[in-house]
């Protein structure tokens, strides 16, 4: 079969209901519901096979600019432009718990595979980790070596990744403490990494899409063509070898 069949082309659904931008949209573990965030201040979540939508979560203050869920489907934590970080139980939409600590909008955020930690990219040039399992809402790690704001961050069991604006991708492995920065030379909007964990995708403000070999740092491939800053939003699984979803803000 070719490449081209296999790409989905067609609009299966449009979901409606977000007054205002909607700042990010996230499948859960097994891609069958959708949690979506705007400048409406709310959390929506969808079944998108069926352009359903189920459930509103309101607590923020200002646009919620983020939002991810755990592997089990039970827990979500959201962040925005309140400096907050919201964790949430999704069948009762209660917040459990509020993690404050940065000094500017929060842009991005991310649990860790165990869903035992919430790490936040803040507007703050900090990355900041949170227990969920405790009743502390200081953070039980900051890493604020950035030169500027940081969009985005995506986790390994052993590391944590981030993108900024500064133009570098910096791999922190909170094992030995060591720290890898590549520098591309743009600001980086958004970053994710393959299912094999050998290469980084990293969106950046100058339109262009930069594929990283992880290893080495070597720039691999550019992909070109938008007219605006590049987004990525995909499946739990991230991008395979093949397909990856980028959407143009």
């Not at 052993?158 to 060591?178: A, L, Q, W």
């Not at 550019?222 to 499946?235: A, D, F, I």
Request: charged share 25%.
């Amino acid at each position: 079969m070719s490449v081209k069949n296999d790409v989905p082309g067609k609009e299966v659904n449009v979901l409606k209901g977000h007054e205002g931008g909607v700042l990010a949209a996230r499948f859960n573990t097994d891609g069958n519901y959708v949690l979506s965030c705007g400048k409406d201040r709310t959390i929506r979540l969808w079944n998108p096979h069926r352009g359903i939508h189920i459930k509103t979560y309101k607590s923020h203050a200002r646009e919620v600019r983020d939002v991810h869920v755990t592997q089990d489907n039970s827990k979500l934590c959201s962040c925005g432009g309140d400096r907050q970080i919201f964790y949430w139980d999704v069948a009762t939409g209660r917040v459990i718990r509020k993690f404050r600590g940065h000094d500017g909008e929060v842009n991005g955020i991310k649990f860790n595979e165990y869903s035992s930690v919430v790490v936040s990219a803040g507007y703050d040039q900090s990355l900041r980790a949170w227990d969920c399992r405790s009743h502390s809402t200081e953070p039980i790690q900051i890493i604020d070596t950035f030169a500027d704001s940081v969009m985005s961050v995506c986790l390994t069991k052993t590391e944590i990744i981030g993108g900024s604006v500064d133009g570098t991708v910096r791999t922190f492995d909170i094992r030995i403490g060591r720290e890898i920065s590549d520098n591309l030379g743009q600001s980086v909007n958004c970053v994710s990494m393959s299912n094999d964990g050998n290469c980084i995708l990293a969106g950046c403000l100058d339109s262009t899409l930069r594929l990283l070999d992880r290893s080495t740092g070597e720039l691999l491939q550019e992909y070109k063509g938008h007219t605006n800053k590049v987004s990525l939003q995909m499946p739990e699984t991230d991008f395979s070898t093949s397909y990856f979803l980028m959407f143009c803000i």
